[in-house]
C-alpha cells in the first residue's frame, strides 16, 4: 500500500510489482497482460500512446482498439477491445518464420529482431489476430509541402519526428530510411526498452480507465496474476491452442 | 532454332521489359512502398504470378519425368525443351518472390545463417535451390553434346558462348554420349522426389496456416499438385504444337497424349474446386461463407466466372472433349488454360486474406494498408511485366540459339 494515498492507484501497485520482478531472478519472469472490458471507456489513448512511443508510421499500429456495436435500438450497447500482440506461447508466427527473425524471448515475449526479418509477411498471414503490421516505409510528412518552418513543412517535421525512430528493443536506430524497420514486420513488445529502464509500457500507463494491467504473470503477488485468476477470464479464439499470455476480462 | 514468332515474340518482350523498368525502377528505389496491398492482405499480384509460374514449371517437370525416367519416347523430342522451361519457370518464380520481400538482400545469406527449419518456407527455399541445380546440369548434359559438336557452325557472340559451354572440348564420343545421358538419368531419378516435394511444400505452406479456412485443408497440397500440373501440362502442350510444327505426325501424336492428360487433369481440378466451395458453403462458417463470396459476387466476380470458368474451364473442357483429334483445337485449349490460369491463382491467393480475421478491425485504426480491400495497383503489373518479359527473353534466347529444340536430333535416349 501507498504511503501517499488514500486508495492506491493500481498504477502504483503494478509499479511495484515490475520492481519485484526486475529485482528477483529473470527466470522466473514471464509478462503477462490482462484487458478488463468492462472498464475500457474506448479513448484510443493506449493506442495513440503506442504509436507515440514507438514512432509508428502510418499504416503500423501495435494496439488498436476494437469496436462493437451490439443489440437493437434503443437497447443498445458498444463494447471496445484494445488488441495488443497476444504474446501467445504457442505461437504460430514464429513456427513460420523462415529465417528465426521472430521468437520468443526469455521473459515470454514474442519479438522480431529487425535486423534478421527478410519481410516476406509470412508472420502477418499465420497471426489468427492480424496483430502484425508491416512497414512499408510510409512517412507521414510524405507529400507535404517543403516550405520551411517550425511545424510545417516536410524536412522540418520529418527531422523533427519522423527521422529518428524509437529506441524499440533499447536498440539505437539509424535514421528513418530504407533499412529496417522498414520493409518488416512489427508489432507490439510489450515496450520492453521501458521495462528495462523500471518503467510500465505506455499503454498501460496511458489507460484512463486502469483497464490494462501488467505484471509477471508467475508472480502469484501480482495484480496480474490475481486477474488471471478471474471468473470472467477469457483468451481470444482459445480453441486454436495459441495459449494468449494476453488475458481479457469480459 | 529459327522459328516464325521469334521477331514479333523477341518485340514484344522486349516492349514489356521498357515498360515494366518504370515500375522495377520505383520498387527497387523505394522497397515495397509504392505496392497496393498491406498488411491485412500481405501478399497480393506478385505471390499469385509466382504461383502460376510454380505451376507452368510443374507441367514441364513432368514431360522430363516421362522422358527421361520412365522412357516414354514420344516426349524424346521436347524433353530438352521442357528442362529448360523448368529452368525459365524458376527464374521467374524467383524474381516474383524476391521482389515480394520486405528486404530482398537478406535472403541471400539470412537462409544460411538462421534457418528455421519448422518453417516450410525454409523447405521451399532448400526445394527450390535443388530444383535450381539439378535442371541446370540437366538442361546443360541434355544438349551438351550439340553445343561441343555445334562450335564449328557458330560465328561471333555465339560462338563464344558455345566454346565457353564446351568448357575446352572439342569432341564429343560415344563414351561422352553414354556418360551424359546416365548422368541425365541419374538427375532425373533425383528430380522426381525432390520436384513433387517442392510442388507439395507449395500447396502446404499455405495449408498448414489453422486460422486461413479455405487453405487448412489437408486437400490445398494435393489441389496444388493438381493445379501445377494442369497449368504446366496446359503449357507444355500448347509449346510442344509450336516447335514440332515441322513434323505433322510427331506433332499430332504429341499433341494428342498431352491434349487427353490435360482433359483427365482439367476434370480433376475442377471436381476439386467444387469440393472446396460446396463444402466451404455448407459449414455456414461466416469468415469461409466470406471469403468465398468474393470469389463469386465479390468485386471480381468475372475473373472467376468469366476468365477462369467459361474461357479457362469450359471452352477448353468442350475443345478437348469434342474436338480432341483436331491438333489445333486442343494446342487453343491448352494455351486458353494456361493463360487464364493467374485468374485460378489470383483467386487461391486473396479471398482468404481479404476477410478480417477479427470483428472491428476494418474501424479500429484506419489507414490504406489495414484494409482488406485490394486490387494490384500500376507498379505491381509493371514489375509483373518486366518479369514475364525477362523470362520471355531468356526462353527466346535459348531456344533459338541454343541447341535445344533440336538437341540431339529429338533428344536422347534415356539410359535403362
Known sequence: MSRFLAVEDQLVRMQRDLNRALDGDPQKVKWGMVIDLAKCIGCHACTVACVAENKLPPGVVYRPVLEYESGTYPAVGRRFMPRPCLHCQNPPCTKVCPVTATYTNEAGVVVVDYNRCIGCRYCLVACPYSARTSDFGDWYTHGTTEAQGVVQGQKTAAAGYEADPAAEYGKKWPKRGKGSPVGNARKCHFCLHRLAVRMLPACVTTCIGRATIFGNRNDPESLVYQMIGSARMFRLKEELGTKPAVYYLA | ?416
Open chain 2, 1 to 416: 532454332m529459327r522459328y516464325k514468332l521469334f521477331p514479333i515474340l523477341s518485340i514484344t518482350a522486349m516492349v514489356g521489359l521498357v515498360i515494366g523498368s518504370f515500375g522495377m525502377f520505383d520498387r527497387l528505389l523505394n522497397g515495397l512502398n509504392p505496392v497496393a496491398f498491406g498488411s491485412y492482405v500481405p501478399w497480393g499480384l506478385w505471390v499469385a504470378f509466382y504461383l502460376l509460374f510454380l505451376g507452368l514449371s510443374a507441367g514441364a517437370f513432368l514431360v522430363t519425368i516421362l522422358t527421361y525416367l520412365l522412357g516414354i519416347k514420344a516426349f524424346k523430342s521436347i524433353g530438352p525443351l521442357s528442362a529448360f522451361m523448368v529452368l525459365v519457370c524458376l527464374i521467374c518464380e524467383m524474381f516474383f518472390i524476391l521482389l515480394d520481400l520486405g528486404s530482398i538482400h537478406r535472403a541471400f545469406y539470412q537462409f544460411f545463417l538462421t534457418p528455421n527449419f519448422s518453417s516450410l518456407l525454409t523447405w521451399m527455399f532448400i526445394l527450390f535451390n535443388a530444383m535450381g541445380i539439378i535442371y541446370i546440369l540437366k538442361t546443360y548434359f541434355l544438349v551438351r553434346g550439340a553445343i561441343i559438336q555445334g562450335v564449328p557452325n557458330q560465328t561471333g557472340l555465339i560462338r563464344s558462348i558455345f566454346r565457353l559451354l564446351s568448357l575446352g572440348r572439342t569432341q564429343y564420343d560415344e563414351d561422352m554420349r553414354a556418360a551424359d545421358e546416365r548422368r541425365v538419368h541419374r538427375l532425373a531419378w533425383l528430380s522426381l522426389p525432390i520436384g513433387l516435394v517442392f510442388y507439395g511444400t507449395n500447396g502446404a505452406f499455405f495449408a498448414v496456416l489453422l486460422n486461413r479456412p479455405i487453405w487448412n485443408s489437408a486437400v490445398t497440397p494435393l489441389l496444388f499438385v493438381v493445379a501445377a500440373l494442369l497449368s504446366g501440362g496446359a503449357l507444355v502442350a500448347f509449346l510442344t504444337y509450336l516447335f514440332t510444327a515441322n513434323d505433322t505426325e510427331l506433332r499430332d501424336t504429341l499433341t494428342k497424349y498431352l491434349g487427353r492428360a490435360i482433359l483427365f487433369l482439367l476434370v480433376v481440378f475442377l471436381a476439386l474446386e467444387t469440393m472446396l466451395f460446396s463444402v466451404g458453403y455448407q459449414t455456414g462458417r461466416p469468415d469461409v461463407v466470406t471469403s468465398l463470396n468474393h470469389i463469386t459476387i465479390g468485386p471480381g466476380w468475372w475473373n472467376f466466372w468469366i476468365v477462369h470458368f467459361a474461357i479457362g474451364s469450359l471452352i477448353p473442357l468442350a475443345l478437348l472433349t469434342f474436338f480432341y483429334r483436331n491438333p489445333k483445337a486442343v494446342a487453343w485449349a491448352c494455351f486458353l488454360i494456361f493463360i487464364t490460369f493467374i485468374s485460378v491463382r489470383y483467386n487461391f491467393v486473396i479471398p482468404d486474406l481479404a476477410v478480417y480475421k477479427l470483428e472491428g478491425l476494418d474501424t479500429g485504426f484506419f489507414d490504406p494498408r489495414l484494409s482488406t480491400s485490394y486490387a494490384p495497383n500500376l507498379n505491381e503489373w509493371l514489375v509483373s511485366i518486366w518479369v514475364i518479359s525477362a523470362g520471355l527473353i531468356v526462353f527466346l534466347l535459348g531456344t533459338r540459339y541454343l541447341p535445344i529444340v533440336n538437341a540431339n536430333s529429338g533428344g536422347m535416349d534415356h539410359a535403362s
